[in-house]
């Protein structure tokens, strides 16, 4: 649910914020028309407008059994979907400036599939936005999201907090430095692509056995499960976690070396490229010293290699260095600025600066999807829609209103119209 009456911020990748549109960045899969999206304001208009809203939210949300009361069909959606309003208004009149957003990206297609799923600020919108690449017609309720079940269930789901809880910032940051936020909101991204992953298995399981499931993602579970190798160790060894900077806890030399310009990444994931990083450093004495042998003794004297390399690799230019890195088979790049991020040539081969026409803030430039087809090719990217943009659109063509309901609903302000010039 949005705090406000906020357009959608005109970025392909971004999430909704405290305040923003739901499903906010949300494309359309290649060659559909432009999202569309109802707004219901539960808390403004008379009773009257809101039941009938509601009654018609809940014949989409509640499937065949509130369609056949409605004496409708069962209206054949596909994409996601939350909850319709709750029959008891209270949570509603609480916080009395929430309102719902019914996002519907792309066209409806016959046979589609219909999917419930809570999605929230930047997770939700990020897995749909996914589905949404792939053709996928999107409709999203949001609330706040630790699950849907447990102690603490009732408390507000965001990125921070959950890489706090989750233990990620504990093992972000500088060696002697405090916890450090991650520069993207990556508990949220994963949650999204972890929801992403778990829709496609539900249509998997629907296609096979010809039933649904239910499918709880949350930000917190997200995290936990992502600490991997950090959580082994703990869970296994009791070891405790520590920041580590750019460097790795188990390999040695894994980080970013400051060069007299920038900053440059290597890692020697085995001996042998221990050796050559060694040689392209003009260190020979260095790979021949027993104390740095091995990995695992290269571990134990991590401050004293460090120490060479670091002196070693402050003498060039970064890009002397990834001169005499380029061909030797040892991993390596540069740190990147957003401008030598976009300007280098393989992120413009694969693709991933996209350009489309946004209808408040004209043509913008926007990431582009991280995975390609073999089958089919990604179209021009498409806007998410303005917060309200197709209300009377979707009245008419989805939920069957009448013009004079239509209307009524309009003048009392259950619903809002955003006109598009």
């Known amino acids: 649910m949005a705090q406000e009456r906020r357009p959608v911020p005109p970025c392909r990748g971004a999430g909704t914020q405290p305040g923003a549109a739901l499903g906010s960045g949300l494309p359309p899969a290649p060659a559909r028309p432009p999202s569309r999206e109802i707004r219901a304001c539960p808390g403004s208009g008379t009773g009257r407008g809101r039941r009938r809203l509601r009654r018609a939210l809940g014949a989409v949300a509640s499937g065949g059994d509130a369609a056949r009361r409605a004496g409708k069909k069962e209206p054949v959606l596909r994409g996601t979907l939350e909850e319709p309003l709750p029959r008891s208004c209270r949570r509603l009149r609480q916080s009395p400036e929430r309102?719902?957003?019914?996002?519907?990206?792309?066209?409806?297609?016959?046979?589609?599939?219909?999917?419930?799923?809570?999605?929230?600020?930047?997770?939700?919108?990020?897995?749909?936005?996914?589905?949404?690449?792939?053709?996928?017609?999107?409709?999203?309720?949001?609330?706040?999201?630790?699950?849907?079940?447990?102690?603490?269930?009732?408390?507000?789901?965001?990125?921070?907090?959950?890489?706090?809880?989750?233990?990620?910032?504990?093992i972000t940051g500088h060696e002697d430095g405090e916890p450090v936020r991650p520069g993207v909101a990556m508990t949220d991204l994963a949650t999204g692509l972890y929801t992403y992953g778990a829709i496609m298995a539900g249509l998997l399981q629907r296609y096979k056995t010809g039933k649904g499931l239910h499918i709880d993602c949350n930000l917190l579970s997200t995290q936990v499960a992502c600490l991997t190798h950090v959580a082994a160790n703990y869970l296994n060894c009791k070891i405790e976690a520590k920041r580590w900077g750019t460097a790795h806890g188990s390999i040695v030399p894994y980080q970013a070396f400051k060069t007299k310009d920038g900053y440059i990444v290597v890692g020697a994931g085995n001996d042998h490229q221990f050796v050559t990083v060694c040689k392209i450093?003009?260190?020979?004495?260095?790979?021949?010293?027993?104390?740095?042998?091995?990995?695992?003794?290269?571990?134990?004297?991590?401050?004293?290699?460090?120490?060479?390399?670091?002196?070693?690799?402050?003498?060039?230019?970064?890009?002397?260095?990834?001169?005499?890195?380029?061909?030797?088979?040892?991993?390596?790049?540069?740190?990147?600025?957003?401008?030598?991020?976009?300007?280098?040539?393989?992120?413009?081969?694969?693709?991933?600066?996209?350009?489309m026409n946004h209808p408040t803030a004209g043509k913008i430039a926007v990431p582009g999807p991280g995975v390609r087809y073999s089958e089919f090719a990604m179209s021009h990217p498409k806007p998410p829609p303005l917060v309200g943009q197709h209300t009377v659109e979707i009245l008419k063509s989805v939920l069957g209103y009448e013009d004079d309901a239509i209307e009524e609903l309009l003048c009392t302000g259950a619903v809002a119209q955003h006109e598009v010039r």
């Open 99 to 170: 309102c719902l957003c019914l996002p519907f990206p792309g066209q409806r297609r016959r046979g589609a599939e219909r999917r419930r799923f809570p999605g929230r600020v930047l997770a939700g919108p990020f897995a749909t936005m996914n589905l949404g690449d792939l053709g996928a017609e999107v409709i999203k309720v949001e609330r706040p999201g630790y699950g849907q079940t447990g102690p603490v269930v009732q408390r507000g789901g965001y990125d921070s907090i959950a890489a706090a809880v989750s233990g990620l910032m504990h």
């Open 281 to 355: 450093l003009n260190l020979p004495e260095v790979s021949k010293d027993s104390r740095y042998k091995t990995n695992t003794l290269r571990v134990q004297n991590r401050k004293e290699l460090i120490d060479i390399l670091s002196t070693r690799f402050s003498e060039k230019a970064t890009i002397e260095w990834l001169q005499l890195f380029e061909g030797s088979g040892v991993p390596y790049g540069p740190i990147n600025n957003m401008q030598q991020v976009f300007s280098d040539p393989q992120v413009l081969h694969n693709g991933l600066v996209m350009e």
